[in-house]
């Protein structure tokens, strides 16, 4: 059996540092941890990964579960939103209406600095199929909202535009201009603080 041959790298020590300390931490020898990181890092190279992105991108899953999300098949999601608006419009309408005023109400209430900020780029994450997504805020005087996606059905689409408008109204804005219609929303709403002439 042939030794393993070894090679020498250097980093800033303070890499060096925190390294040590999480391979203490883990029950590993400091060689082990960074042969494992060097390991993953071309496993995601030969897989045509970027490693940054997925690191800036993986809290979306576990800050969709903290905030009350399920991973669901889409076309089911939207034949359920089609038979409860049928059903029971008014119902399902007030329901989407106050799921987005109790998603806001954890973003308002959580302590953040910019609390519609965080909660723009969550919604951004969550919709990743939604190809056209823009939502635009002159801090707390106005808002628009636009979402296109062919896919979305009109029943899909008049209950998320109920959900964002609860959402909107939670962060202290009215909705003064709504358009709606399958596979399209566009809202403009102002801050209830906000002179409401246009």
Sequence with gaps: MSAVKRKTLFAREDLVNRLISMAKQR??????????????AIQAEDAGVNLRKIFE??????????????????????????L??????????????EAGVWLAKRYVT????KPFEAFKRSLEAYTWNV?????EEEEGKAVSIRIISPRLPESYTVLYSSFLEGAL?????????????A??????????EADVEE
């Design 27 to 40: 029950g590993y020898t400091l060689y082990s941890l960074v042969n494992e990181t060097l390991e993953l």
């Design 57 to 82: 991108e993986s809290w979306i899953l576990k800050k969709a579960k903290k905030d009350g999300f399920i991973l669901g098949l889409e076309s089911l999601w939207y034949d359920m939103a089609e």
């Design 84 to 97: 409860a608006y049928e059903k029971a419009r008014d119902e399902a309408l007030k329901r989407w209406f």
């Design 110 to 113: 959580a302590g953040l600095e």
């Design 131 to 135: 190809p056209e997504l823009t939502i």
């Design 169 to 181: 109204e939670t962060f202290g804005y009215e909705v003064t201009g709504r358009e709606v219609s």
């Design 183 to 192: 596979g399209m929303i566009r809202l403009k709403a102002v801050g209830k």
